[in-house]
């Protein structure tokens, strides 16, 4: 069964930071890895998505990485602003599976 | 409207009610999937429907009934829910994995529901 576990549970950080964010996952037959941001109360908005052949993806301060053979992911954050500050949630879609299995996220605060 | 949403916000009920939460996607996927996320634990698939037919039931109470008129729309009928079945339900949708390459999920902003 795949588990999908993030750490840390929580982090907190100064404005300007470039921070770090892992992911890991107990099944390296995966289709892909999706990165994803809650904000509290709300839905979840997309971040990057990576498949199973990539190594990474950028999307403008964000950049995923995965490496399927170890099951983990990382998503790094430069120059970290207060918005930033949400639940991140990663999540793998198995091969031949439909569903995704999330993590419980990383809860950043980025103080000002 | 735009991406994908979900009505009402927020939904109050009592245990012997029926109620129902109502999904809509404007971005022409075929798949589309509702998700339970209570506190403390991991968001859950409930169910997947592709090109309107349901593919997978992940072991949801009967008092669950998911409902997918056509591939826009998708609703979750409630009826004698539990206390414990609050919770907030997200809708969301994509291109049929079995179909496309890319399989990006993109999320509602969810029903509050609380069950008295």
């Known amino acids: 069964k795949q588990e999908v576990t993030q750490i840390p549970a929580a982090l907190s950080v100064p404005e300007g930071e470039n921070l770090v964010l892992n992911c890991s996952f107990t099944?390296?037959?995966?289709?892909?890895l999706q990165w994803f941001r809650q904000d509290p109360g709300k839905g979840l908005t997309s971040l990057l998505l990576?498949?199973?052949?990539?190594r990474e993806q950028t999307s403008g301060r964000l950049n995923a990485s995965l490496d399927k053979s170890s099951g983990r992911s990382t998503l790094y954050i430069a120059a970290s602003q207060p918005g930033d500050s949400a639940t991140y949630l990663c999540?793998?879609?198995?091969?031949?599976?439909?569903?995704?299995?999330f993590g419980q996220g990383t809860r950043l605060t980025i103080n000002p | 409207e735009t991406g994908v949403t979900q009505t009402p916000r927020h939904l109050v009920m009592g245990m012997t009610n029926k109620k129902s939460l109502k999904c809509e996607q404007h971005?022409?996927?075929?798949?589309m999937y509702w998700y339970k996320q209570s506190a403390k634990k991991p968001l859950e698939l409930m169910f997947v429907?592709?090109?309107?037919?349901?593919?997978e039931n992940n072991s949801v109470p009967s008092r669950f009934s998911p409902e997918c008129p056509n591939s826009s729309h998708l609703f979750l009928h409630l009826h004698t829910l539990q206390p414990e079945d609050s919770a907030l339900y997200l809708c969301?949708?994509?291109?049929?994995?079995?179909?496309?390459?890319?399989?990006?999920?993109?999320f509602g902003p969810g029903t509050r529901l609380t069950v008295l």
């Open positions: 969301a949708s994509s291109q049929d994995p079995e179909l496309a390459l890319w399989d990006e999920q993109f």
């Open positions: 099944d390296s037959a995966i289709y892909n």
């Open positions: 990576i498949q199973s052949s990539q």
């Open positions: 999540a793998v879609r198995l091969q031949g599976a439909q569903k995704l299995v």
């Open positions: 971005l022409g996927h075929n798949a």
């Open positions: 429907y592709s090109l309107e037919e349901r593919v």
